[in-house]
């Protein structure tokens, strides 16, 4: 059974730093790995997918990586700004190819 | 990238009425579409996979007769709350996957969710 799991479930980061939200999965046979970005009230805007035959995609100033092997994956955001505050779920799909999120974590950046 | 609309974003209704929420697939063909529901500061979770033209395939606890779901069309899925109760209320959300092209038959895209609130 796929559980995914993130850490911290909330973080507040002073403007300008960079940060690392945390993700693991407890099935590695995973196809991909998605980042999604949820802001209060609103649906999913997808931010990268990683493939299980990558280590790691970039956009922008986001950077999500995938170990497999561990069951983790880590998206890495530069250079905070305030208007990257929102809650960002992690998901990994199970055998039955199903998505499973995780609880998220609310991130809010201090201007 | 792919869009999925949801329709409509937000609708209250009095208990025991029904609400039917709309999810298409505007520029793709979604050979299956997926309903979730989100609580306040909860995370998603599945209700509901549908291929077009058969039935849909209910999680574990979720009412197939309370949370009614047709996808007659490649790009429309429509999910029908029947005789809703306050604790109906939620964000429901839907998604779609299929196409020709790879990246649609792997991804799932995600429509921008429906909030209901019942009386």
């Keep these: 059974k796929q559980e995914v799991t993130q ?31 949820q802001d209060p009230g609103k649906g999913l805007t997808s931010l990268l997918l990683i493939q299980s035959s990558q280590r790691e995609q970039t ?10 092997s561990s069951g983790r ?6 250079a905070s ?17 199903k998505i499973i999120f995780g609880k998220g974590t609310r991130l809010h950046i201090l201007p | 990238g792919a869009v999925v609309s ?12 029904s609400v039917k929420i709309e999810c298409r697939s505007l520029d793709f063909q979604a050979t299956t579409m997926f309903w979730y ?13 549908s291929n077009e ?19 007659a069309s490649l790009t429309l899925s429509t999910l029908t709350v029947t005789s809703a109760h306050p604790e109906d209320s939620s964000f429901y ?18 429509g921008p969710g429906t909030r209901l609130l019942v009386l």
């Design chain 1, 59 to 68: 956009s922008g100033r986001l950077n999500a990586s995938l170990d497999k």
């Design chain 2, 93 to 110: 959300i839907c998604s779609a996957r299929g196409g020709r092209e790879e990246v649609f038959r792997e991804t799932q895209y995600f």
């Design chain 2, 37 to 49: 529901r989100q609580f306040p500061k909860k995370s998603l979770m599945l209700m509901a996979t």
């Design chain 1, 81 to 97: 700004q305030p208007g990257d505050s929102a809650t960002y779920l992690c998901a990994a799909p199970n055998r039955d190819d």
């Design chain 2, 6 to 17: 949801q329709h409509p974003s937000w609708v209250i209704c009095k208990s025991g009425t």
């Design chain 1, 7 to 37: 850490i911290p479930a909330a973080l507040s980061v002073p403007e300008g730093e960079n940060l690392v939200l945390n993700c693991s999965f407890t099935d590695s046979a995973i196809y991909n790995l998605q980042w999604f970005r």
């Design chain 2, 53 to 71: 033209g058969s039935k849909a395939t209910y999680e574990q606890g979720v009412e197939k007769d309370k949370f009614l779901i047709n996808h």
């Design chain 1, 73 to 78: 994956s880590t998206l890495y955001i530069a």
